[in-house]
């Protein structure tokens, strides 16, 4: 299985920073990489797909990169309501996987 | 629109078998590339994949849940359904389903449902 891994576990953040969330794979997903949103109670919701491509309806604030098995999702400009937990998820190969996530708290 | 809905039995005893449905509305799982998958998350923790059925009846489960697991569909009444067997406490989560689907690849998990919460405890 292929293994994301998220890092930092947890981002404490001040409105109108620029940030970076980290994705890491332990084998190559190509760009078969996606980020989901997920605020307190609520489902998951799809922010970028393949790696970089962006969602509409989604802020333009929120950004992806990278290819392989290196991520980053970023947010340019945090927002209060971007209080959320950001997963990436692999579809590159069955089974799929998520990331731990990566939460954001906002100071 | 889209929409998607699960439902399920709410609390069962553990080694009963657990049988989720998710109904949905805005697409058919008859269309070509469509595909509605299963997804959990226990509480405070994090999503895993459970089980994936495509238009063209392929499916595809996690393996870490061995042989506990079967997708089904209703494409008249649309609907897709998930049974897991044997259940015990590591299997309270909320549960989720999603479309998702297949084009050359597969495509991610751009709609889902609001969720239904399944406790096991006896």
């Known amino acids: 299985d292929v293994v994301l891994t998220q890092s930092p576990a947890t981002l404490s953040v001040t409105p109108g920073e620029r940030i970076s969330l980290s994705c890491r794979a332990s084998e190559s997903v190509d760009t078969y990489l996606h980020w989901y949103q997920q605020k307190p109670n609520e489902s998951p919701r799809l922010l970028i797909k393949?790696?970089?491509q962006s969602i509409s309806g989604i802020p333009s604030r929120f950004s992806g990169s990278g290819s392989g098995t290196d991520f980053t999702l970023s947010i340019n400009g945090v927002e209060l309501e971007d209080l959320s937990i950001y997963y990436c998820?692999?579809?590159?190969?069955?089974?799929?996987?998520f990331g731990s996530g990566t939460k954001l708290e906002i100071k | 629109q889209v929409t998607l809905k699960e439902s399920g039995p709410g609390i069962l005893q553990p080694s009963q078998t657990l049988s989720l449905t998710c109904s949905f509305s805005?697409?058919?799982?008859?269309?070509?590339?469509?595909?509605v998958s299963w997804i959990r998350q226990p509480s405070g923790k994090g999503l895993e994949w459970l089980a994936t059925?495509?238009?063209?009846?392929?499916?595809g489960y996690n393996p870490s849940l061995k042989n506990r697991l079967t997708i089904s569909k209703d494409t008249s009444n649309n609907q897709a359904f998930l049974k897991i067997t044997s259940v015990d406490t590591a299997d309270t989560a909320i549960y989720y389903c999603?479309?998702?689907?297949?084009?050359?690849?597969?495509?991610?998990?751009?709609?889902w449902g609001q969720g239904t919460l399944v406790t096991v405890s006896s």
């Open positions: 393949y790696a970089s």
């Open positions: 998820q692999q579809g590159n190969s069955l089974p799929f996987t």
């Open positions: 059925i495509c238009w063209e009846d392929s499916k």
């Open positions: 999603a479309r998702s689907g297949y084009y050359s690849s597969y495509i991610p998990f751009a709609y």
């Open positions: 805005g697409f058919s799982l008859s269309t070509s590339g469509i595909c």
